[in-house]
């Protein structure tokens, strides 16, 4: 770059006055290499960050192993913490059989089955197999007391939204068989 400029790199130099605080530095740290805390935004908010780099690239343990035969205590494929344990151990048991189908597709295909046999079915929480206990602090801090399962309309309109065309969300009239936030 100083060649660009008619100056010859060889013969530059930094002086620095005796008693100067501040040093030549040899290079420049990277940002990235540098320890700072990113702040995740949306639905990246929910996920609790990983302490250890080593730990987010771990695979998971093979599903015959996560079980603790001690204790009789069984770790699940996902979800697996007192607040989602709690959650599933409240369902029926036709309806926990959806916490060990690893396949999307069966678990999909199970829980229309159950819907249509009547049981009530949380789909994000059941069968898209996200973590009950954050979908349910997301839903109380959005405002939701109620919100529809798995055969029932969806919700036209979330929580305090209004405006023409809308039909309000009616936090104190659930329909029947509408899932309690």
């Known amino acids: 770059m100083l060649s ?7 013969l530059t130099a930094a002086k620095v006055p005796e008693g100067s605080r501040q040093t030549i530095a040899a290079g420049q740290a990277s ?4 320890s700072h805390r990113e702040v995740a935004t949306g639905f990246a908010a929910l996920i609790p960050p990983t302490t250890n780099a080593s730990a987010a690239t771990a695979p998971a343990a ?5 079980g603790n035969t001690k ?13 989602d344990d709690a959650y599933w151990a409240k369902q029926p048991a036709a309806v926990q059989q ?7 597709e069966q678990r999909l295909e199970l829980g229309t089955q159950l819907a249509r046999q009547g049981y009530t079915i949380d789909v994000p929480i059941m069968i ?6 954050k979908v349910t ?11 529809p399962s798995a055969l029932q309309q969806p919700v036209g309109a979330a929580p305090g939204l209004t405006g023409p065309g809308i039909i309000p969300y009616d936090p104190a009239h659930p329909p029947i068989g509408s899932i309690l936030v």
């Open 71 to 83: 204790t009789g205590a069984i770790k699940h494929w996902y979800a697996s913490d007192p607040v």
């Open 31 to 34: 940002v990235a290499a540098a």
């Open 4 to 10: 660009k400029l008619a100056i010859e790199p060889s």
């Open 128 to 133: 898209w197999a996200w973590d009950a206990g």
């Open 137 to 147: 602090a997301m839903r109380q801090a959005n405002g939701y007391t109620w919100v």
């Open 98 to 104: 959806l916490r060990e189908i690893d396949d999307s």
């Open 62 to 66: 093979p599903a015959e192993v996560m």
